[in-house]
Nanobody, 129 residues
Framework: QVQLVESGGGLVQPGKSLTLSCAASGFDLIHYAIGWFRQVPGKEREGLSCINHSGRTIKYADSVNGRFTISRDTAKNMVYLQMNNLRPEDTAIYYC??????????????????????WGQGTQVTVSS
């Protein structure tokens, strides 16, 4: 059974950093692309970043490019999202996801939530002074 579990969220002041973790069970992350998304109430889920199976191909949304860094540790079966210089508008529930089929981030669809089949329960990130 494919399961993803996010952790690392919390309350942080503007300008500070957080690192989110995505742990996988039931499958090996090494084979598949993993995406990070976030969602605020009343809005669609926003694709933030995607990393392919090898870690050599990475995608970022414009809203986080230069501030967020995605990485993976295949030995630990984990994917991370390092978030720097956080802003109040980064407040959201953050999710990791995979379709457990594709090894690469789809060129034009990596940020489309509907293309991902497996999701974690999410972790809340609140940026506030």
């Amino acid at each position: 059974q494919v399961q993803l579990v996010e952790s690392g969220g919390g309350l942080v002041q503007p300008g500070k950093s957080l690192t989110l973790s995505c742990a996988a069970s039931g499958f090996d992350l090494i084979h598949y692309a993993i995406g990070w998304f976030r969602q605020v109430p009343g809005k669609e889920r926003e694709g933030l970043s995607c990393i392919n199976h090898s870690g050599r191909t990475i995608k970022y949304a414009d809203s986080v490019n230069g501030r967020f860094t995605i990485s993976r540790d295949t030995a630990k079966n984990m994917v991370y999202l390092q978030m720097n210089n956080l802003r109040p508008e980064d407040t959201a529930i953050y999710y990791c996801a995979t379709d457990a089929q594709n090894s690469g981030c789809r060129v034009s669809r990596w940020s489309v939530a509907e293309d991902y089949s497996y999701w974690g329960q999410g972790t809340q990130v609140t940026v506030s002074s």
